[in-house]
């Protein structure tokens, strides 16, 4: 049944491990990983392709017991299993607990296969005795009606059912029988006919006309279904065609453009390499670090408290000789005051409450050193936990990027996605004034087909940046083909027109869809897998709390799902918006990085073009922690 069972360290090393079938793959590397260094350990099980993975800790020892099997079963011992080796494992090499490496388990494979034949048999007689075995039909009362079973009554071999109470039944059948003639009586029937009848016969005939004159307005006409534009609407709303006034827009004041839409104190400045780089977010240096441990150090007390009330004066000397060791009621008071914080800071609360049981998990059974208090063990443990999570796993290093589909001789193209609402073209013309600083040559795809006035936004973002482009190689233009039309062929034609007039990247924007609308999802899902863009961005606001779970879960899923490719896209990355709204309650960025596992590029601050930021991982650790 079990494929395979490991014992390794946490830094990795294999003490000892059994196989019982060939593994394809490596789901245990996985499982470090993407759960085990990620901190993700609060999760009961972990599935990779044909795996599930289930694991025990055993921390005062720094061991992670591990067993893995086919995913399509439903193995109900493997919790008692993982508990009842870590028992004897640590039992019978006590002698190896200061140094787990220099051991020799060989010896382990027979208790091993001991314990595991018990245990398995355990539950496969449990489920035995669950099991109900069918009746004979012997036993059934359709037997009694047959020839056989009658047969049987005169004979004396089967009983002979007492029908004394027969009376009382079948005087209650006469009863609904009669109640039911009565209710589907001719006579109360044709009262409630004339009832109608005389109701229509009350109606006048004067009214005969104006009935006729209903009739005629009434005339079938085309229905337009939601989501979908009339023709009339689409011509009168395509201003695609009139574009006369172009070299007009394009000689506006400059100045005046750049007061409105570039703010000089958010300017980012160019290093010595000579690219142009955003300013970071700004962290406030005047805050007290102490008082944010005040109420964890109450809790602190509390637990203190707890532990010396329970084991006494030696438990009180305990806490002086750095022999106590982390217990679950020591980690209950903290730790539900950092899931509280955390909620109140934006965080989803499932992501707090998994994140709270990864902590949970990586301390208990430690011990503490002399005189180190429980709250500061949890501050360190949800820190670096915190850390783990938010620093990225890949490059953010887009310029490196260009410059690598520049030596290739394509275009470079990034795909914005999200919600209504969340300033998706904006962040995306904040992108492209970053870019148009490092002098990249840059087609703006206007792909929102389906919003009024979407073309339109954009021609005014490509208007103005380009009347701010005063120095510099950088050029901007924007490619449109009205409203109403493919997105997919838009962006696809789009890419196309680069690669042949040689722009260095292509930001496509997108229309705004909820996530629970799958026409529309559809359609993004058709756009990606077309055009294959090389970085998915989405867009989401740092205001969000439980929203951002299910906003990238869903836009996640639907990519997938409706791609029909074998290896089907998914989001690269994200630009939290709205960020100067928030203050210090930066808990979406980190609901979104748990989520997808990607990082966030940059947050947006305001209106300006300037308004764009790199998130520091110290930043919205400080934040999350901060009272």
Known sequence: MLDLFTIITKGGFVLWNKTFAPISGSPVEDLIKNVLIEERAGTETYIKDNYTLKWTFANEFDLVFVVVYQKILQLNYTDELLETVKRVFLETNQDHQQNWVDGDYQSFDSIFDTLHVQIEEKYNSKSRKQQRAPRKFEDTK??????????????????????????????????????????????????????????????????????????????????????????????ALDYSKDNNNDDDEDDADADAIAAQFVDTSKLGQKNEKGIYEVQDVIQDQDEDDEEELLDFDKDDAKATTQSKSSGGLFSYFKSFTGQREITNDMLDPVLATIKEHLISQNVATDIANHLCQSVRTSLVGKKLGSFERISTAVRNSMEAALKRILTPKTSLDILRDIEQAKSEKRPYTICFIGVNGVGKSTNLSKVCFWLLQNNYKILIAACDTFRSGAVEQLRV????????????????????????????????????????NGFDVVLIDTAGRMQDNEPLMRALSKLVSVNQPDKIIFVGEALVGNEAVDQLTKFNQALKDFSGLQNPRHIDGMILTKFDTIDDKVGAALSMTYITGQPIYFVGTGQTYTDLKNLKVSHVVHSLLKK
């Open 461 to 500: 973002h490509a208007r103005n940046l380009r009347a701010l482009q005063t120095s510099g190689s950088g050029v901007v233009e924007l490619f449109e083909r009205g409203y109403g039309k493919d997105s997919a062929g838009i962006a696809k034609d789009a890419i196309s027109y680069a690669a042949v």
């Open 142 to 235: 359709k037997f009694e009606n047959s020839l056989k079973g009658s047969q049987a009554q005169n004979t004396g071999a089967l009983p002979v059912v007492n029908t004394a109470n027969s009376n009382v039944d079948e005087n209650e059948i006469t009863k609904n029988i009669r109640a039911l003639k009565l209710q589907a009586s001719p006579r109360i029937a044709g009262k409630g006919r004339k009832n109608i009848k005389s109701a229509k016969s009350a109606s006048p005939n004067t009214n005969d006309d104006s009935l006729a004159q209903k009739k005629k307005k009434s005339q079938k006409q085309a229905r337009v279904w939601d989501g979908q534009i009339a023709k009339g609407e689409m011509e």
